[in-house]
């Protein structure tokens, strides 16, 4: 029947929109989580360079010789927090890569805690699936009683219009 293939056509669309939607968030809160932290890195990284700048600038004015237990923490700090920011970048374009992404996810994702940290985002995707495909089922089971209930008032009506004698037009009078 034409109406199970739609309706099972509009299943799989539905199921296939809500993994998108999701994979869409994930790869959003990703990348929104990550700029965010960049921007904080990238105002650690703003303060160190000042900091070393000041200490060089204070040394060059008195003519002392750098000191390295001052130097080094700050230079250690710029060092780290730009590794820091390189990750979150790669982070950040891994998961604007959606091919890759999909392809990984598919491989190692099994809904389990311990391989992706999302398991409550799989299984609320996984129960609004659920619901989606009873939902359907019950509108599906609506829709034939419907039917029914529609064949069997239009037989109702032709029964009618069947039994009822054809009204007598009244003749027609020649105008003069």
Same mark, same amino acid.
């Given at each position: ?41 990238? /105002?650690? @990284?703003?303060?160190?360079?000042? =900091? *070393? ?8 004015? $008195?003519? #002392? !010789? ?63 699936? /659920?619901? @989606?495909?009873?939902?359907?089922? =019950? *509108? ?8 029914? $209930?529609? #064949? !069997? ?24």
């Amino acid at each position: 029947m034409a109406l199970n293939d739609n309706i099972e056509a509009l299943k799989k669309l539905a199921a296939e929109v809500a993994q998108a939607a999701t994979r869409f968030t994930k790869t959003a809160a990703t990348v929104t989580k990550a700029n965010f932290s960049m921007l904080s890195e990238q /105002e650690k @990284l703003k303060k160190a360079y000042q =900091e *070393l700048g000041k200490l060089y600038y204070r040394d060059y004015i $008195t003519g #002392e !010789e750098p000191d390295d237990a001052e130097y080094i923490p700050l230079c250690d700090a710029i060092t780290e927090t730009t590794k820091l920011i390189d990750e979150l970048k790669s982070k950040v374009e891994d998961a604007k890569n959606p091919k890759e992404a999909d392809e990984a996810a598919d491989a190692e994702c099994c809904c389990e805690e311990s391989c992706c940290g999302e398991k409550e985002t799989c299984c609320d995707v996984d129960k609004a699936a /659920e619901e @989606l495909n009873r939902d359907l089922d =019950e *509108l599906h089971e609506n829709l034939k009683d419907l039917g029914k $209930t529609v #064949e !069997e008032k239009a037989e109702a009506i032709f029964e009618v219009v069947d039994d009822a004698k054809p009204e007598e037009k009244p003749e027609e009078k020649p105008e003069k």
